[in-house]
T-cell receptor, first 112, second 113 residues
Framework: GENVEQHPSTLSVQEGDSAVIKCTYS??????FPWYKQELGKRPQLIID?????GEKKDQRIAVTLNKTAKHFSLHITETQPEDSAVYFC???????????FGTGTRLTVIP | DVKVTQSSRYLVKRTGEKVFLECVQD?????MFWYRQDPGLGLRLIYF???????EKGDIPEGYSVSREKKERFSLILESASTNQTSMYLC????????????FGPGTRLTVT
């Protein structure tokens, strides 16, 4: 089955700086890579996703990049704000599969 | 507005008790999932279901069973609760095709004493 590894497990940045979270996956058949954000005490919510037919996707201050050859993908948050503080999970899936394989999460703290 | 609800936010049970956790979604989603979330371990899939009466084991099914008698409802059953099942349990649902986005419930924090 798929194995998704996520680093770092914790990340602290100053407000306004950028944050990068990296994930690797093992199954070359995986072609869908979402990122979920979980604020303290709340449920995980999808913030951005990418499919394997593109190498990068941006949505305002967040972007995701994908390197299929190396089997890794990353989340980039620019101009971080205190409300970006949360746990972020990456995941991978292949089309036709019904389930996602999640990484272990990164706790991001943005220091005002 | 999409909605996934879980029967309890907090639950305290004794070792050996049978525990039922219920999840209901109102989005007509085919897929439903049960995860447990523990610090440092992320979201681990217990079971999922892609249709009524269908179920598939996830990564950590031992000690759990599930039931899906209706499309909107997915139950997680702990046949005989143990202290190592103390955790946060999250339910989710998604469409079977098209967008794979999973919508999560608020979670149930289960404590087994």
């Amino acid at each position: 089955g798929e194995n998704v590894e996520q680093h770092p497990s914790t990340l602290s940045v100053q407000e306004g700086d950028s944050a990068v979270i990296k994930c690797t996956y093992s199954d070359s058949a995986s072609n869908y890579f979402p990122w979920y954000k979980q604020e303290l005490g709340k449920r995980p919510q999808l913030i951005i996703d990418i499919r394997s037919n593109v190498g990068e996707k941006k949505d305002q201050r967040i972007a995701v990049t994908l390197n299929k050859t190396a089997k890794h993908f990353s989340l980039h948050i620019t101009e971080t704000q205190p409300e970006d503080s949360a746990v972020y999970f990456c995941a991978a899936s292949s089309s036709g599969a019904n389930n996602l394989f999640f990484g272990t999460g990164t706790r991001l703290t943005v220091i005002p | 507005d999409v909605k996934v609800t879980q029967s309890s936010r907090y639950l305290v049970k004794r070792t050996g008790e049978k525990v039922f956790l219920e999840c209901v979604q109102d989005m007509d989603h085919e897929n439903m999932f049960w995860y447990r979330q523990d610090p440092g371990l992320g979201l681990r899939l217990i079971y999922f279901s892609y249709d009524v009466k269908m179920k598939e084991k996830g990564d950590i099914p031992e000690g759990y069973s599930v039931s899906r008698e209706k499309k909107e409802r997915f139950s997680l059953i702990l046949e005989s609760a143990s202290t190592n099942q103390t955790s946060m349990y999250l339910c989710a649902s998604s469409l079977r095709s098209g967008r794979f986005e999973q919508y999560f419930g608020p979670g149930t924090r289960l404590t087994v004493t």
